[in-house]
């Protein structure tokens, strides 16, 4: 329930956010945990310290990133809670440009529109590095 003074829209799109941080700490933890039980289990991975870890260890793309959920390695399924805290905000500008087109905020339509389209360049730029 939006508070007094509080747009309905300004109140949905906290919750979103609110959401998506709840979600993806859920599962970093739960990939915390599962690194510690396999710790516990006498199945560490070597590659992976808590002081260092080699970067040839962590998931870089999607396909790696399921891959390694789907093989049990519980540094994917952090990489997946990290994955949902960086689109978190982005799904938040999504969201921010339909409401403002059902609302015919033209202008507010068009910020959002260029936030998005600098948000996707910058991912898809960041991608080939």
Aim: proline share 7%; aromatic share 6%.
């Amino acid at each position: 329930m939006a508070r007094p003074g509080e747009h309905p829209m300004e109140h949905a799109l906290a919750r979103l956010l609110a959401f998506g941080v709840y979600l993806s700490a859920a599962i970093i933890f739960a990939g915390l945990g599962w690194s510690w039980a396999m710790r516990l289990a006498g199945h560490p991975r070597p590659e992976v310290d808590l002081s260092r870890v080699n970067p040839a260890a962590v998931p870089h793309t999607l396909p790696q990133l399921i891959h390694g959920i789907q093989a049990g390695d519980p540094i994917a399924l952090m990489g997946l809670g990290i994955l949902l805290l960086i689109l978190t905000p982005t799904l938040r500008v999504v969201t921010s440009l339909v409401l403002f087109i059902k609302q015919r905020d033209w202008l507010y339509t068009l910020i959002c529109t260029f936030v998005l389209a600098m948000l996707l360049i910058g991912m898809a730029l960041g991608a080939h590095e």
